[in-house]
């Protein structure tokens, strides 16, 4: 093991924020707390014409959005120990508290949750309305009746609340763990992450992969991809390093974690970026399109059909440019990552394309009549008019409102903690931490 880096300052105005971000935080509370009974007015007031079942799909969208920060920021931490990184200890506090907001994210589910007791699951969740479907839509109905084991409501929600526990359990071990650490002079603590590693792993792959099934392409339950849970992973990964990219920097700038976290340690959480939120995003992406449209199976057909029709074309090739082509191109370099401001610029734009890439998934819905048009020509032109409601105002203010409520209790807890764990049997690696 290196020697301590003598430059890094780990006194506690360093590696503790105290009063630091108090007015931030407040502030994000404030402005999340009005943003979200602003976008509760849309549907109250009728505003452009909002409904109740297209806010809560947009609630549910951006939720989902929100839920993918902490469940990227939680993989960051047990792969850390699973694989006994050394270079992570200085950036591993921040992520651990980032991840801790699984304690608390099950809340916003809890409105799509009273859907199924006080009506108007049917508009986000066909499949909970049987015989509703059957009468808008027959042949889908009679492909949905074969999962019905699988797609009921008591299962939907048992599932959910396993989701949730086994999430806030992980969590909160890491990061209590972690802490633990903090005040112990041997490796036992250090040990026993490491130990509970490789089963969080199976249950992080096991409870994301059924979350996107549930939440997400059973929103369109006739359609199928094995695939899909996988590229949940992929936009979990993407915000979740961009927020611990964000939050490093924002550390830095009001002059915590000074000569702490270092250029190395930016290069490293790029190439993270770089590799799952870019390289790996993009070829699950296109396995999954290449294997559907080879197949050219129609139940799976309409679900990329109606991301092509419309307006929701352009939408498609924006994603694949912005998720992929550019920041790609931008952030291939080391220099750009070894830069906060560059790599700050990229976070934010990938960060932005999370978001972009869940209303890809959740908004579009596919039209019931599809498969009645002989020609896709005549189903394009059929559904030319089709807009994505990008711009409603709506999407900002749900947006900004949860976003706002997950930076009041980060800030809130990244004050509560010391931002690095002082006695990690890896800190020297990590202190002293250079690139090859």
Known sequence: MSHVNVTADLS???????STGSLASHACLVVGLICLAVAFLFPVLGIGDTTWGAFWRNWLQTWIFVLQIPLGAFFFVFVQHLTRAGWSVAVRRPAEVIASNLNWIWIGFLPIAALFFFGGSYYLFPWSDMSELAAHAPEEAHLVEGKTAYLNTPFFLIRAVIYFVVWAVLANYFLRTSLRQGHEHGDGPTRSMQKVAAPAAILFGLTTTFAAFDWIMSLSPAWFSTMFGVYFFCGCAT??????????????????????????????????????????WAYIGFSQYMLIWYANIPEETGWF??????????FSAWLLFGHFCIPFLFLI???PKRNWRTLAFAAM???FFGWFDVYWLVMPTIPHDLATFDTYDAAAEAYAHVGTGLLNPINWFLLAGMLGIITWITISRLRSHPLICKSDPWIDESLNFENM
């Open 305 to 314: 059909l109606a991301r092509q029709m419309g307006d929701w074309g352009w």
């Open 333 to 335: 370099s080391k220099h």
């Open 349 to 351: 734009w990938m960060m």
């Open 12 to 18: 506690e105005r360093n590696v503790e924020l105290g």
């Open 239 to 280: 915000c979740g390093f961009a927020a611990l990219i964000l939050t490093c920097i924002m550390l830095q700038r009001n002059g915590h974690m000074v000569k702490v976290i270092t250029n190395e340690h930016y290069q490293d959480m790029g190439k993270l970026l770089f590799a799952f939120g870019m390289v790996f």
